[in-house]
């Protein structure tokens, strides 16, 4: 299960993940982190058991949760199943099923690689 | 045996005997096609039936094998014509949805290019989503310029059309259905943003294009069938090919088609408009054409299989026309998902889309089948010799050794931050590459670098706030690349480099400049 982290100001130079792995002893993987001087957003990979126990300790510390379930979308209408998408996902999100592109959603990590590699603009991030 | 000729029995054997050399002409076929017993299967079905029957089998079982193709092709275009106004306006300049329109042709005839962009929204929104507006049914915005005469004196006008308003919307296409087309890796450390799509960096991805075993010109690739004249399906729509396309290669096994078609038959099922980031607008057309099993020759060439058609991998990180080839790979080795390259397992995926492909096969062969669509006798064959040949520059553009300064300063990584600010100060230069012990380039250091130390009170050596990542140029590259690096980069400098990686220049956006203002 993916978590979306959003860190807000004043709490980016505190060491967050650090200490919720100490408290909840999950095997987290950051997937994505982009933080600046200010504030953050980081994608976090938690084992299924331990996601609401991770979810609540971050919140305690004032970081906005949002479980990634369906982070990306596509427009069934504009898709014309090229594959631009499949060779340029780091997590393997898309792939071929007799030659339909199959998405699981669950793999990705809102990086936008595909939004921009989409040529016919038939994916989008959802953005919570 | 000249006895057994006039037996009984081998009145059998006589007609066994021309059996052998099975053929089969057009008009029978077409026949067939008219009464509704032509038996049409798709190029992926085909490889096997040969297989199974041998190719004299397959001329008897099979009458028709239909291809397809669903790939971006750029080089498509519609001509228009509005009709007359009143006054009538002799159009120099048009914008329909804020993309220009070539209008140098007659008064009110346009051509439509399907990379165009707009002037409004850039390459989001180009000729090809014009077109594909049209098809779909969409009312598109004429802003048109006239040159007034005394025959024409309107000046301009504004109006709003559907593609039922045009007299004519003829598709005419200089090149569409490359028989294959290179496969595109990068090995640059940069994301490049192309018309084969994103690849990623250090041989990150892999994109191809092409239908492989559906393709209509590896289906056919001596022209035994296909010609001037032969109806295709296009968009949806039944078009004709008139010529081969521009660039056609068929020495090498890169043939292309001119084709047409009356785009208000054409489906957005079939004609899809795309964006290729940082590239421009390109327009997906589905292409097929029915083969007709006339002999032998053309049964064993319509069971052409993905493993037999090979591309070279091509290195787009080089910027330049002769991108190196990293290895051969089949269409079957492209589909799988996984090629290797350099040791390394790289994910390979499509730009085209296979499954538009097969459905342009699948409609051929129901449209065959019902009758609906006739094959035709090409009134002459295709050139088997084409020309693709590079550019013949007559302006020398100079390269970097032609503009770079020679007197370049290096240093080494072990001396201290002041030596090296001393160095600068004495040089009148804002750049110091750094090389190892062997002249190899390793980084480079600027007055910024320095400065930056010294004010953060820690003098050290220079290894310590080099950049490692250091672009740079070769000795026999354009300078219009160098420009590029520079403004990509958002840098001033790039040492330029021998073939062993050794610093033996700088060039600096000061060079660029100079040469730029003695041009002018």
Redesign the interface.
Known sequence: MKLMLHVAPGIVRYPLIASVILETSALVNIERASIDAVSGEIVLEVPPEKCVEVKEAFERRGVRVVPLEIPVIRDENEC?????????CPT?TF??ED??VVADSGKCIQCG?CI??C???ALKLVLK | MLLDLVAPTSFYRIIDLRSIVQEKSLSEINERIRDGSARVVSAEEMPDLVEELGSAGAVREVDVVTTGTFGAMCSSGVFLNLGHSDPPIKIVRAMLNKVEAYGGIAAVDLFLGATQPSEDRGIEYGGAHVIEDLVSGKQIEVEAQGGPTDCYPQMELETSLRLEDFNQATMVNPRNAYQRYNAATNSSDRTMHTYMGTLLPGFGNIHYSGAGVLSPLFNDPNFDYIGIGTRIFLGGAQGFVIGSGTQHNPQNNFSTLMVTGDMKKMSNRFLRAATFHKYGPSLYLGLGIPIPILNEKLARSTAVRDRDISVPVVDYGIQRRDRPSIRMVSYEDLKSGTIELNGKEVASSSLSSFQVAREVARTLKEEVEKGEFLLSQAVEPLSRVGSSRPMKQTKESPNVGDVMSRDVVTVQEDIPVDKAAKLIVSGSFDHLPVVSKDGRLMGIITAWDISKAVASGKPSRIAEIMTRRVHSARLDEPIELAARTLDTHSISALPVVDREDKVIGMITSDHLSRLFARRR
């Open positions: 014309i199943h090229c594959g631009a998408c499949v060779s340029i393997k792939r071929f030659w339909r690689a921009v590699g040529p016919q603009r």
